[in-house]
């Protein structure tokens, strides 16, 4: 009898697989595809290699505060080789036409550039970084209110409820909205793609702790994101545990009201593996969909309004050459086609995307080793792809609407590009289908429920689920992003291990 079953490894499930074996606990670890590490896995087109979902991270500076603390955990989860380059400063750079703005850290140089470009909006940009300190505090009590402890949660409600609720049911665009200028406007709220919520539905808190997480700047993996999971799995086989892949969680069992174990497919049998805990790293609707519906019918009730967040078409890009002195940097680029930057990919196949983000993982990584890539998302309204997202293995139609799509996101690249237009050697896209197939995410969505003000509220989303024993982990717990999905899955291993929460401060 396992400890704990983890169903899923991506970096939510690696952490709180690491983190109890750490504590001496038997893991097993659960994952369906051939692969660990979720979206932190990398993959391999003849002599190029892409990252699948990591092009920048936060909290693993050098510093001793909190722009150190993901390093720090990573580096006692793990077995201490995992790295991290810093990327270049400004490490976002904001594009519109006839306009660029590099976004620096820390936030005093942020302010500056900012003061500097729009020297007429000084009040304008002081209310806004205002506003971020603010709405990042009321993050923390919500946070600590679901997650955290419950006294430690009663006491931030008692302290600071009635700031949190108020600041929890605003939007991205209702704070923009107090923005005049423009250009001031678009650069404020142009990275809303790290959470994939366009401002109309995106809670201003989750864009605040975001944006405000790069405070101590902006980094890559040395050696590319699979390092995630090649540095955390060690310690769960150290600890007598398993990570098997190509296991797929059927169902969850519970007894008497209580996760006990799961039944999992592995080579086309089906086992039963029990535990005295179970963490879920698959989503609010994975872990749903695995639980009889006489489970928890108030939990599936409170889960109902709760919808897919928007999917991407990702481009990958295959290049030879000096990328460098073309044009390419280790910056990420926010590219919009008008001051507009409220509007998802509607007809993919009809017009251009109005948003691009462009990173350049080659540039990032120290260690890379093999030619130059290039990646490029576009955050699409997944009802393009509806068609298709239910069948198991689409046809030609499919296929040749999605070369026609790769082929306008690459005609886009070019022409924002275009010193780098004759080194590209290779493309290959991925849309909501790929991330429905290779991580299971409903609806093909790319951060899993919808970042919203109603998502911010929701119960059905808590550490500590309504089926006791069952825990869940990863981005729908504490936000989308790796160092998000990592806290949850730590959280969750602390709530089976309480002498985890002492490492969580330091």
Aim: overall charge negative; hydrophobic content about 45%; glycine content about 12%.
């Amino acid at each position: 009898m396992w400890h704990t079953i983890v169903i899923g490894s991506g970096i939510g499930g690696l952490a709180a697989a690491a983190a109890l074996a750490r504590r001496g606990k038997r893991v097993l670890l659960l994952e369906q595809h051939t692969v660990p590490g979720g979206q932190t896995q990398t993959f391999r087109r003849q002599e190029w290699v892409f990252a699948t979902g990591v092009h920048y991270v936060s909290g693993v500076g050098p510093q001793e505060g909190p722009e150190g603390q993901f390093r720090r955990l990573l580096e006692w989860l793990g077995d201490g080789s995992l790295r991290f380059a810093p990327c270049a400063n400004p490490y976002d750079i904001v594009r519109l036409p006839g306009f660029e703005f590099g976004i620096p850290h820390p936030e005093s140089a942020y302010r500056a550039a900012l003061h500097a470009r729009f020297p007429g909006e000084t009040a304008a940009i002081e209310g806004w970084f205002h506003a971020c300190h603010e709405a990042r505090k009321a993050g923390v009590t919500l946070m600590a209110a679901h997650n955290l402890p419950a006294w430690i949660g009663w006491g931030f409600r008692v302290l600071r409820g009635r700031h949190a609720d108020e600041w929890s049911q605003r939007t991205l665009a209702d704070q923009l909205a107090e923005i005049a200028h423009p250009q001031l406007r678009a650069v404020l709220g142009a990275r809303w793609g790290d959470y994939g919520a366009p401002p109309a539905t995106a809670p201003f808190i989750e864009h605040a702790w975001v944006t405000g997480a790069y405070d101590g700047g902006a980094y890559f993996p040395v050696g590319g994101p699979a390092r995630f999971a090649e540095t955390l799995l060690p310690a769960v086989r150290d600890a007598g545990g398993e990570c098997r892949l190509g296991a797929d969680v059927r169902r969850i069992l519970v007894e008497d009201g209580r996760a006990v174990g799961v039944e999992v497919e592995e080579g086309g049998s089906v086992t039963v593996q029990r535990a005295e805990h179970v963490i879920s790293d698959i989503g609010l609707a994975g872990t749903l969909a695995c639980l009889d519906s006489s489970v928890a019918g108030a939990w599936h009730q409170q889960a109902s309004p709760l919808v897919p967040g928007p999917g991407c078409v990702a481009l990958y890009i295959g290049l030879e050459g000096d990328i460098a002195a073309a044009g390419a940097s280790s910056a990420n680029d926010w590219i919009y086609d008008s001051t507009d930057i409220d509007r998802l990919w509607q007809k993919p196949a009809d017009e251009d995307a109005p948003g691009l983000f462009v990173s350049f993982p080659s540039l990032k990584d120290p260690a890379w080793h093999g030619p130059p890539t290039a990646e490029v998302l576009a955050i699409v309204d997944h009802a393009a792809f509806a068609p298709w997202l239910d069948e198991p293995n689409p046809g030609g139609d499919y296929l040749a609407f999605k070369d026609w799509v790769a082929e306008r996101l690459l005609g886009q690249f070019k022409r924002h590009f275009p010193r780098l237009a004759p080194m590209v050697r290779f493309h290959e896209a991925a849309t909501p289908l790929t991330q429905r197939r290779f991580v299971r995410a409903v609806g093909g969505s790319m951060y899993g429920v919808e970042m919203s003000v109603e998502r911010q509220g929701s119960d059905a989303l808590k550490l500590r689920t309504p089926v006791p024993g069952l825990l869940l982990a990863g981005q729908d717990v504490m936000g989308p992003g790796v160092q998000a999905a990592f806290m949850a899955g730590l959280m969750a291993a602390a709530a089976v291990e309480p002498a985890l929460w002492r490492q969580l401060g330091k």
